[in-house]
């Protein structure tokens, strides 16, 4: 699975990809239903972006008796991963962390989650950089 690819796919396609990697699979009936029921997609709709994922190699089918069927070809953690590090990469190094302070602040989280955080921050914090340059413009600038 080509990752830049990863990044092409919409929020509708996002949609669809929640379900499958959720079900581990499904049927295409079983997409069309659950969506139209989610969202009043028509089946057409449903099918063109299963069609969309296929073709961005997201999805692969196989054909039971007369049923489709669609797994990923990617696990979730590694397509949110992949997303995440891509729009990483095109923001200024030294305002990612306040992004990510943003992101923490703005999403509900497990209490298991919070923990996990402090445990990674502590480990990073041993070794962190006072400051990050920024990386925007080949000579030092104040971002």
């Known amino acids: ?12 396609e996002w949609e669809v990809m929640r379900i499958v990697w959720t079900k581990g699979g499904a049927y295409s009936r079983e997409l069309i239903d659950m969506l139209q029921a989610k969202r009043d997609w028509s089946a057409s709709t449903v099918k ?10 997201m999805l692969e089918t196989t054909r039971e008796d007369r ?13 949110m991963n992949s997303t995440a590090e891509q729009l990483f990469d095109n923001l200024c190094a030294m305002k ?27 480990e ?5 950089p006072e ?13």
């Open 67 to 79: 049923r489709f069927k669609y797994d990923a070809t990617i696990t979730e953690s590694t397509a």
């Open 48 to 57: 063109t972006l299963l069609r969309r994922l296929v073709n961005k190699g």
């Open 131 to 143: 400051t990050i340059q920024c990386d925007c413009l080949p000579e030092d600038c104040e971002c």
């Open 96 to 122: 990612r962390g306040k992004t990510l302070l943003d992101l923490v602040e703005n999403t509900t989280l497990s209490q298991s989650d919070i923990a996990a955080l402090q445990v990674k921050l502590a």
């Open 1 to 12: 699975m080509d990752e830049t690819r990863v990044a092409e796919i919409s929020p509708a």
């Open 124 to 128: 990073k914090a041993k070794s962190a």
